[in-house]
């Protein structure tokens, strides 16, 4: 797929300096430069590399004035780095630009879906499933019985959506991950055995929702297992069931939330942070990587530690504890004196 620099500044609103039919085919650090991709400058210390690098194209800001020689076709626009990352986006809708239905794949009674589907092969729709248009499904997914799906949503290769789920417009699921599995429910018996407790709700996914590779989220026991809409899931969290994130909310990876906690929105949570159940998380909590969470966060904390404490507080502590070893032979040194 190519572009040349004149159809690159359309997209982008910009000027073309030099050859406005240069050709590019791929994308590049500006210092990894090589004939044939793009690339882009916006921070000033690395201004050196334009006159050496080798991309056909290059990016700039409309205040930049070469000072040397240049082989690289310039196009000029308001913001570098905001215009290579609309490109991005831009290159990204075009390389996933698929339809149609391809063989083998399963698609159960009663389904329903809009124009511009993209169905992979070795996938399975379920019965009575619906789903909006430009919907793209990777191969090997697996979408159960009665879910509904909205506009514009992408699910990668190998997700897994069990039944009931509803997942709202615009939504990105990455590969392996798993929405809709039975909660961890279990009734302990007298004789030491566990009995299991039927998870019979369902998960409800928003709009403009992105969730990484390998995440998984437990259907409710009762009711509903929410994402809110904007939230930002990143790879291998574990999400139980009953749990509701607000809108907004980013976690990194490794983070595990147990059974019927709700955490408010515009939070962000560090990976590897793990949650009690039932807890209370206010918004706008700043939450450090490893951190541990049992105890319910008012609006507006930032916290770290296991168990987590606030986060100036902590720092404060953590200067002690790295002295702890002095500290304790000087309190020896004292007693020895005072004896």
Same mark, same amino acid.
């Given at each position: 797929?190519?572009?040349?620099?004149?159809?690159?500044?359309?997209?982008?609103?910009?000027?073309?300096?030099?050859?406005?039919?240069?050709?590019?085919?791929?994308?590049?650090?500006?210092?990894?430069?090589?004939?044939?991709?793009?690339?882009?400058?916006?921070?000033?210390?690395?201004?050196?590399?334009?006159?050496?690098?080798?991309?056909?194209?290059?990016?700039?800001?409309?205040?930049?004035?070469?000072?040397?020689?240049?082989?690289?076709?310039?196009?000029?626009?308001?913001?570098?780095?905001?215009?290579?990352?609309?490109?991005?986006?831009?290159?990204? !809708?075009?390389?996933?630009?698929?339809?149609?239905?391809?063989? %083998?794949?399963?698609?159960?009674?009663?389904?329903?879906?809009?124009?511009?589907?993209?169905?992979?092969?070795?996938?399975?729709?379920?019965?009575?499933?619906?789903?909006?248009?430009?919907?793209?499904?990777? =191969?090997?997914?697996?979408?159960?019985?009665?879910?509904?799906?909205?506009?514009?949503?992408?699910?990668?290769?190998?997700?897994?959506?069990?039944?009931?789920? $509803?997942?709202?417009?615009?939504?990105?699921?990455?590969?392996?991950? $798993?929405?809709?599995?039975?909660?961890?429910?279990?009734? %302990?018996?007298?004789?030491?055995?566990?009995? &299991?407790? =039927? !998870?019979?709700?369902?998960?409800?996914?928003?709009?403009?929702?992105?969730?990484?590779?390998?995440?998984?989220?437990?259907?409710?026991?009762?009711?509903?297992?929410?994402?809110?809409?904007?939230?930002?899931?990143?790879?291998?969290?574990?999400?139980?069931?009953?749990?509701?994130?607000?809108?907004?909310?980013?976690?990194?990876? !490794?983070?595990? $939330?147990?059974?019927?906690?709700?955490?408010?929105?515009?939070?962000?949570?560090?990976?590897?942070?793990?949650?009690?159940?039932?807890?209370?998380?206010?918004?706008?909590?700043?939450?450090?990587?490893?951190?541990?969470?049992?105890?319910?966060?008012?609006?507006?904390?930032?916290?770290?530690?296991?168990?987590?404490?606030?986060?100036?507080?902590?720092?404060?502590?953590?200067?002690?504890?790295?002295?702890?070893? &002095?500290?304790?032979?000087?309190?020896?040194?004292?007693?020895?004196?005072?004896?």
């Amino acid at each position: 797929m190519k572009f040349t620099a004149e159809q690159i500044a359309g997209i982008l609103e910009g000027e073309v300096v030099g050859n406005p039919n240069a050709e590019v085919a791929t994308l590049s650090k500006i210092e990894e430069g090589v004939e044939g991709s793009l690339t882009f400058l916006s921070n000033p210390k690395y201004a050196n590399y334009i006159y050496t690098t080798k991309a056909t194209i290059t990016i700039v800001n409309h205040s930049f004035v070469p000072e040397n020689e240049i082989s690289t076709t310039l196009i000029k626009v308001e913001d570098a780095y905001k215009s290579f990352s609309k490109l991005l986006e831009y290159y990204n !809708q075009v390389k996933l630009m698929k339809s149609g239905i391809e063989q %083998p794949s399963v698609i159960s009674e009663n389904v329903t879906y809009g124009d511009n589907l993209y169905l992979g092969s070795f996938s399975y729709i379920g019965k009575n499933v619906k789903i909006g248009a430009n919907v793209k499904i990777y =191969p090997n997914c697996f979408i159960g019985d009665n879910v509904v799906i909205g506009d514009d949503c992408v699910f990668f290769a190998g997700v897994k959506i069990y039944s009931e789920t $509803i997942i709202g417009n615009n939504c990105n699921i990455h590969s392996g991950s $798993i929405i809709g599995s039975d909660g961890f429910g279990f009734a %302990p018996n007298p004789d030491g055995s566990f009995t &299991k407790i =039927p !998870q019979i709700g369902n998960v409800i996914i928003e709009d403009n929702i992105d969730i990484g590779s390998c995440t998984t989220i437990d259907r409710a026991t009762i009711g509903s297992t929410i994402i809110r809409k904007g939230v930002k899931l990143d790879n291998q969290i574990q999400i139980a069931h009953n749990v509701e994130i607000g809108e907004n909310t980013v976690i990194a990876a !490794q983070t595990g $939330i147990a059974g019927s906690t709700k955490i408010g929105k515009n939070c962000m949570i560090g990976g590897q942070v793990g949650f009690a159940g039932h807890l209370i998380i206010g918004d706008n909590v700043r939450i450090q990587a490893q951190s541990g969470i049992g105890k319910n966060i008012r609006e507006g904390e930032t916290l770290q530690g296991s168990p987590s404490f606030n986060y100036g507080d902590w720092n404060k502590s953590y200067v002690h504890f790295r002295n702890l070893p &002095k500290i304790v032979a000087e309190v020896e040194e004292l007693k020895k004196k005072i004896n």
